[in-house]
């Protein structure tokens, strides 16, 4: 049986949020009190860099942001990696947000204020089923090296043991 190291960050959130009080908000819950890492970033130009260049299992983005839209951000993050889990938030919900949001492909739409129990809940979820998916991609392109990988990849997935056969 495998366990994930409970020293071990519970998964990697790229926060995108430029309101200050929102973004202390969200790594306060996520981070400090339920062991996430979170990087945080205002701009969302910033993110799309990060998101090309570093290995993650969310992105959480605001929607109203100067120079770039939650949701543009979300659509470029959809052309550069189809299945990065994205969750957007907006304090500031239209129908126009969500159909947008919709389109390209979020994994989740909130409007704030998001309660901390329901934050920690739907960032767990979209990263558990964000590494289900990784690793059932990764065994169907070669399931042998899945079945032989490190006890840290099987252990990553909620629940700790899973057998890749």
């Not at 969302?44 to 120079?67: F, N, Y």
């Not at 739409?109 to 590494?131: C, D, H, N, S, Y």
Request: glycine residues 6%.
């Amino acid at each position: 049986m495998t366990t994930i190291d409970p020293a071990a960050p519970r998964g990697r959130v790229l926060l995108v949020e430029d309101d200050f009080e929102a973004a202390s908000f969200a790594i306060q819950v996520l981070a400090v009190r339920n062991g996430f890492e979170v990087v945080h970033t205002a701009d969302p130009a910033v993110a799309l860099r990060l998101a090309g260049s570093e290995s993650w299992d969310l992105v959480l983005t605001d929607v109203e942001m100067p120079g770039m839209t939650g949701i543009e951000l979300l659509e470029s993050l959809r052309r550069t990696d189809p299945y990065l889990p994205v969750a957007v938030v907006t304090a500031h919900a239209t129908v126009d947000v969500a159909n947008g949001a919709l389109r390209n492909r979020a994994d989740d739409f909130q409007e704030k204020p998001v309660r901390p129990a329901k934050l920690v809940a739907m960032v767990t979820e979209l990263i558990a089923k964000g590494r289900a998916a990784t690793l059932a991609r990764r065994q169907a392109v070669c399931p042998i090296a899945v079945a032989q990988a490190t006890p840290a990849l099987q252990g990553a997935l909620p629940g700790g043991a899973h057998d890749a056969a």
